[in-house]
């Protein structure tokens, strides 16, 4: 993968945990969180961009997640 796509990847994953991380913060514990399907649609980048989101956040210790 060239620099340009790698640098773009890096800018939609970026982008896409910076909004997660905000929709999260505004939601208090206990409160449900939207699914992966619905954040998608909302942010308008592919379930895996999600995905990958969600999983930097819970590594990082940012969030934690239970079902």
Do not use: C, D, H, W
């Amino acid at each position: 993968m060239n620099n340009q796509k790698m640098n773009q990847l890096y800018q939609k994953t970026g982008v896409a945990v910076g909004s997660l991380a905000m929709s999260l913060l505004s939601k208090q514990a206990g409160e449900r969180v939207p699914t992966i399907a619905e954040y998608q649609e909302e942010f308008q980048v592919s379930r895996g961009t999600i995905q990958n989101a969600l999983q930097y956040l819970k590594e990082s210790g940012a969030v934690t997640i239970t079902s």
